[in-house]
């Protein structure tokens, strides 16, 4: 057994983020299902909104609620765009770089429904440069531990109030991780999906153990259908995403006809809808993305990622459009927080991605996720500093640790299966309570 002050589950940006704002005094133990870069964090591709001035705040606040169908907390999205600077200051300060003018001044691109440019990207792995850096902080960092391959299969809790996790270590052995404060930061639930951007281990497990020990949940079948992902007959790999900045510089989307059919900077959902509709129509497995009308040079510096992938696959989209369609993406829903990241358990918080403060509300406007990601992790690692965890005495907490039944959870593979399902079952359950029929046949589960 091991005893640290906070448990973080997960290396992606969230947890790592969380992990260097708490006290150099704290023992922080960071463990992750998998290797420590193998996240969603690493994947994205087209960047990071930041609040470029006062006179742009109306116009980002209005667009993020607009793409959420103003279902947002607008509290949630006032506290993110207001926090932006603050976080890219702390990026930059960590050895971030963000594409810059000949000048030295950000460059900012845009991506769909966004009114202006406002996100800071680098090349088109702007997910890669910060999580890259923000682990490397972390590494250097004396207080902070991490263990790969270790999966979190349940938490320690006892009327309401958490003390920690049952793992299941690199070595397959079952183990627990006594802590104060457990902070969840398991990422996305693309894993669950037969066609998903995200990597194939997320699959939501914290929020069947949620489920399990009747955390609130909030939004769960509120699920982003990225529009323009490379078609690859082959489903059983992750979907490679075509950044919607390519769109955002001018690529266009066209059916079979090779006439465009849709305005491409649309709102993802709506986007996306109009391409099922296309391919209803066209009888066909994708459509065609043109980014021929993207001038080479800027092809080239931007999105060099994108072209190598299209290129492996025998595309050469500076000569011909590549096959296009839409796959799952992101999931706004999630464990219910509020503004400090606080479950409603005790001692438990939620940050990143598996994490609902209402910020997206119903869809996510491009590139508010990794800023959301980073913003409310860092306003939990200030809430766990300022408040601290509700504690037992020692012979209580020893009595209660002694007394979790590891024998429980010797069949990792079946824990595992039942709670994909559980996640599933009750996703389809509040899709069913709200009467949702505009769901796709390919925003289907996967049948593992
Ligand atoms: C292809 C792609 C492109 C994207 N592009 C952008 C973009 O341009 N801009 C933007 O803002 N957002 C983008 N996003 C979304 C953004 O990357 C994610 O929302 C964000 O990185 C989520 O960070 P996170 O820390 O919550 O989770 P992740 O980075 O996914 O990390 C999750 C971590 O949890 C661990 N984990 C999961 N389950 C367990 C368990 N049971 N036990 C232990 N560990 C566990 C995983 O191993 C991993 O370390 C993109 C996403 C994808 C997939």
Request: proline letters at 3%; glycine letters at 6%.
């Amino acid at each position: 057994m091991k005893k640290t002050d906070i448990l973080i589950v997960g290396s992606g940006c969230s947890g790592l983020y969380a992990a260097l704002n708490l006290p150099d005094d704290q023992q922080i133990t960071v463990i992750s299902k998998s290797d420590l870069e193998s996240n969603d964090s690493f994947l994205a591709q087209g960047g990071i909104c930041m609040l470029r001035d006062d006179d742009d705040y109306d116009s980002y606040f209005e667009d993020t609620l607009k793409a959420g169908h103003y279902e947002n907390d607008k509290k949630s999205v006032e506290i993110m765009i207001r926090s932006s600077q603050d976080v890219i200051r702390d990026l930059i300060d960590i050895g971030v770089d963000f594409a810059r003018d000949e000048n030295g001044q950000f460059l900012f691109t845009r991506e769909g429904a966004h009114s202006h440019h406002r996100i800071l990207f680098h090349e088109d792995i702007t997910g890669k440069e910060i999580t890259r850096h923000l682990l490397a902080a972390a590494k250097a960092k004396p207080n902070i531990t991490f263990h790969e391959y270790t999966t979190l299969i349940d938490i320690i809790e006892t009327n309401n109030i958490c003390y920690g996790g049952v793992v299941q270590k690199a070595d397959g052995h079952i183990d627990i991780i006594q802590a104060k404060t457990t902070i969840l930061a398991t990422g996305g639930v693309g894993g669950l999906f037969q066609h998903s951007t995200n990597y194939r281990h997320l699959t939501g497990d914290s929020l069947a153990i949620a489920l399990r020990h009747h955390i609130n949940l909030k939004n769960i079948d509120y699920i982003q259908i990225h529009p323009t992902t490379f078609y690859d007959p082959d489903t059983t790999k992750r979907s490679f995403l075509i950044s919607e900045s390519v769109r955002g510089e001018g690529a266009k989307l066209y059916g079979k006809d090779m006439q465009r059919f849709v305005y491409e900077l649309l709102p993802r959902d709506v986007l996306s809808k109009a391409i099922y509709k296309k391919m209803e129509e066209d009888h066909t497995q994708h459509i065609w993305e043109d980014l021929q009308t993207i001038p080479k040079k800027e092809l080239e510096s931007h999105f060099p990622n994108i072209l190598k992938h299209c290129e492996e696959k025998g595309y050469n989209p500076e000569t011909e459009c590549i096959p296009i369609v839409p796959a799952q993406h992101y999931f706004m829903g999630g464990i219910a927080v509020n503004y400090e990241s606080k479950t409603s358990m005790a001692n438990l918080y939620a940050v990143g991605e598996t994490a609902c403060n209402g910020v997206h509300g119903k869809n996510r406007l491009a590139s508010n996720s990794l800023l959301e990601s980073l913003v409310f992790a860092k306003r939990a690692a200030r809430d766990i500093e300022r408040n601290g965890p509700v504690l037992p005495d020692d012979e209580t907490l020893d009595a209660l640790i002694q007394a979790v039944p590891l024998d429980r959870y010797t069949n990792v593979k079946q824990i595992e299966k039942n709670y994909h399902q559980l996640v599933k079952n009750a996703i389809q359950a509040q899709r069913d309570e709200r009467g949702d029929r505009d769901a796709h046949e390919t925003f289907a589960f996967n049948h593992q």
